[in-house]
Nanobody, 127 residues
Framework: QLQASGGGLVQPGGSLRLSCAASGDTLDYYAIGWFRQAPGKEREGVSCISSSDGPMYYRDSVQGRFTVSRDNANNTVYLQMNSLKPEDTAVYYC??????????????????????WGQGTQLTVSS
């Protein structure tokens, strides 16, 4: 099961880095997705990072502001979030690509294509 951490309260325009870690799994073998869920809304895809040199994707609204990366030595996947907006407020989750696939699909935003969800981390962007 994955564990997202690093959330908090940030002012608009601020930055924050989320971490995704696992116990008992080596994350560098698998594609990892970042998703978020705002109150009253469905969980939506934020980004997907493949293993090694595979494709990487972002939802349009975070493209250019968010950057996903891996630190294989620490078995951690990061989501660097810059220029944060109030509409980024949500609980953020990370998940492993279904069937332990190493690559993100071109249609990567389906929640059902990911699993091993753990507790998310709350990001609140507010002044």
């Amino acid at each position: 099961q994955l564990q997202a951490s690093g959330g908090g309260l940030v002012q608009p325009g601020g930055s924050l880095r989320l971490s995704c870690a696992a116990s008992g799994d080596t994350l560098d073998y698998y594609a990892i997705g970042w998703f978020r869920q705002a109150p009253g809304k469905e969980r939506e895809g934020v980004s997907c990072i493949s293993s090694s040199d595979g494709p990487m994707y972002y939802r349009d609204s975070v493209q250019g502001r968010f950057t996903v990366s891996r630190d294989n030595a620490n078995n951690t996947v990061y989501l660097q979030m810059n220029s944060l907006k109030p509409e980024d407020t949500a609980v953020y989750y990370c998940g492993i690509r279904a069937n332990r696939s190493s690559r993100c699909k071109a249609k990567w935003t389906l929640v059902a294509d990911f699993g091993s969800w753990g507790q998310g981390t709350q990001l609140t962007v507010s002044s």
